[in-house]
């Protein structure tokens, strides 16, 4: 039988090859220690299941596993029993937790390694590879009952009605989303089934969402992060739905970075608006309390593909929340070892005094190998002998403690692994916590002086008050008075004091004593115009049961997700303030 993986004879070599450009496979690297057999990852099973989706290496450690990591950016190759997944992309030699090191201390470790790494291939598939077509049966028709899920969301195993079983294999179905995230244990599923490799097509379940379908301006979506950086995130509502949202639309604070608050592979709930037709998201002012509008089914019949809290990297199965207490290290690890979080922090990079003990170690071995051949040779050179074997022996205890030396160091390395996985899932727990603060201080803005005033409106109408003496010159005060009986509607101050950014209540205020005096209207900077029920030219205006009319003017000019205030007009004409609301919020 035909070997399905290359043994590595060059290091080097495998290195720029994993390097150049115009590679059209992911390709898996598993290395293997001599001197531990109980704990190897089986690159034989590895290679069986991921068939023609990769290239699978087998490198032992020594000399070539050196040569190896030497040739790749820092931080980014194999050791002792260990394998990593490298994209044809390229992107991991940037950044090295796109290569994520799966590490196999014991049996139990190794099982895992391999599901993990069949995983990562998986993960990188973006379209399903066409099946060859050998002179087969016709698939038929079958129907069966999705009954539990392996390999990390590449398999489910579905039950038919004989009783028989089959698998449903993530890379042959579009889109190649993990399966658990578009199916359920007790779903109903209809497909075509190959008899010879019972296996179960349900490509005719796919659904295709459409947008205008799914959400309407204002609504609170679900989008998973797919890529972040300092300024910038593209969420993916949908696969072949994904948006760029610039950093002013993440936070109002331009010191924070977009990584500070958002972690690749994070489910987020996002706003989901429209700015002058184009669809934009923005993380903006949302309440973790809100409904949420549920994200689509893939399949029909399927399960929504997001759900909230559930993350393509997960956090640590205690399911602790920020702040986070020290956990020990080997709970960390295993929640790592799972779907962990690949946050952008720095690789630990193995020591270099671990690489010259294990340099040293070969050259022992070679010094061993020498010193036997002579010994073979000069069997009847009586005290030279002798002599050699002494100094075989004075080598062999002077090998082993070298050995104990290079384990110390390896246990070293772990456990600084051990200890960044850690830092890295409470980074994790930092950003989510630090993005659902935010609403919180909104919300305490607008009950900051609940001692003050015995009501809200007291206090919006003390704010309107100093707003109109302060903006207002005094030879014009009494042209243009506060009207005594302005009206404010229900969800006016609640909208007016959630914005914390610096001096956008000050602004809304300004605007609305404008638009009271009647000064607004005269100023071409408020944009004063009716507000319409959409943006359609020829749409008539916005107008309540009781005959008020509703108008929009401006609050700010061009800033980013500049605020707007709506109003209405009595036919009496009185002025009700409605609502202060971000640019792209055209509701009443």
């Given at each position: ?89 390229l ?75 089959c ?42 969402p ?35 949202v ?25 706003r989901?608006?429209?700015d002058?037709?184009?669809?934009v ?36 199965a ?15 690890r ?22 010259t ?44 403690a ?27 727990q ?118 008020a009319?509703?108008?929009?003017a401006?609050v ?33």
């Amino acid at each position: 039988m035909e070997q399905a993986f290359a043994v590595v004879e060059s290091g080097r070599d495998l290195a720029l090859r994993l390097m150049a450009a115009g590679r059209t496979k992911p390709a898996a690297v598993i290395s293997w220690h001599p001197g531990q057999q109980n704990n190897r990852i089986d690159v034989e099973y590895v290679a069986r299941e991921v068939g023609d989706l990769a290239e699978v290496f087998l490198l032992e450690n020594g000399p070539e596993s050196y040569a190896f990591g030497d040739s790749l950016p820092a931080g980014a190759g194999v050791f002792g029993n260990a394998a990593r997944v490298y994209a044809e992309d390229l992107r991991w030699m940037k950044d090295v937790h796109r290569s994520r090191l799966r590490m196999a201390r014991d049996r139990q470790a190794a099982t895992r390694a391999a599901e993990d790494i069949i995983d990562d291939v998986l993960s990188l598939i973006t379209v399903a590879p066409p099946k060859t077509a050998p002179v087969r049966a016709e698939p038929r028709r079958v129907q069966g009952t999705v009954k539990a899920f392996a390999s990390a969301g590449s398999r489910a195993i579905v039950e038919l009605g004989d009783g028989s079983c089959c698998t449903i294999q993530r890379e042959h179905v579009v889109p190649p989303v993990r399966l658990d995230w578009m199916l359920d244990i007790g779903q109903p599923v209809e497909g075509d089934l190959n008899d010879e490799d019972k296996t179960l097509d349900i490509n005719g379940l796919k659904t295709s969402p459409r947008l205008a379908a799914l959400y309407r301006p204002g609504d609170l979506v679900l989008a998973l992060a797919e890529q972040v950086c300092a300024n910038s995130a593209k969420l993916t509502l949908y696969p072949g739905s994904s948006w760029t949202v610039e950093r002013a639309r993440i936070s109002s604070n331009p010191l924070d970075g977009v990584d500070s608050l958002v972690t690749e592979g994070e489910v987020v709930v996002a706003r989901f608006l429209h700015d002058n037709g184009a669809v934009v998201l923005s993380l903006l002012d949302v309440d973790d309390d809100a409904d949420v509008v549920p994200a689509p089914a893939l399949l029909t019949g399927g399960t929504p593909w997001l759900r909230p809290g559930r993350h393509l990297t997960e956090q640590s199965a205690s399911g602790r929340t920020f702040p986070a207490e020290a956990a020990g290290i080997a709970g960390t690890r295993d929640a790592v070892e799972q779907d962990g979080a690949a946050v952008a922090a720095p690789a630990p990079k193995p020591s270099a005094a671990l690489l010259t003990t294990q340099l040293q170690l070969e050259a022992e071995r070679r010094k061993v190998a020498t010193l036997q051949e002579l010994v073979a040779a000069a069997s009847q050179a009586g005290a030279e002998l002798v002599g050699l074997q002494r100094a075989q022996d004075a080598l062999r205890l002077e090998l082993k403690a070298e050995q104990q030396i290079a384990e110390g160091a390896r246990a070293g390395l772990e456990d600084s692994a051990a200890r960044l996985a850690r830092v890295q899932d409470e980074l994790l727990q930092l950003r989510a916590y630090k993005r659902r603060t935010q609403p919180a201080l909104k919300r305490s803005l607008v009950t900051a002086s609940d001692g003050l005033f015995a009501t809200t409106d007291e206090r919006l109408r003390h704010d309107v008050y100093l707003a109109w003496a302060k903006n207002v010159p005094a030879s014009d005060k009494v042209r243009q008075a506060l009207p005594p009986e302005w009206k404010a509607g229900p969800e006016f101050a609640a909208s007016l004091y959630g914005f914390t950014e610096p001096g956008v209540v000050a602004k809304a205020l300004k605007a609305a004593v404008e638009v009271l005096t009647g000064a607004a209207e005269r100023n071409p900077a408020r944009d004063v115009h009716a507000l319409r029920a959409n943006q359609g030219g020829e749409t008539a205006q916005l107008v309540r049961a009781d005959g008020a009319r509703c108008f929009r003017a401006a609050v700010e000019q061009k800033v980013a997700s500049a605020r707007r205030l709506h109003f209405w007009k009595l036919p009496d004409g009185t002025v009700e303030l409605s609502r202060v609301v971000v640019h792209d919020d055209f509701k009443p």
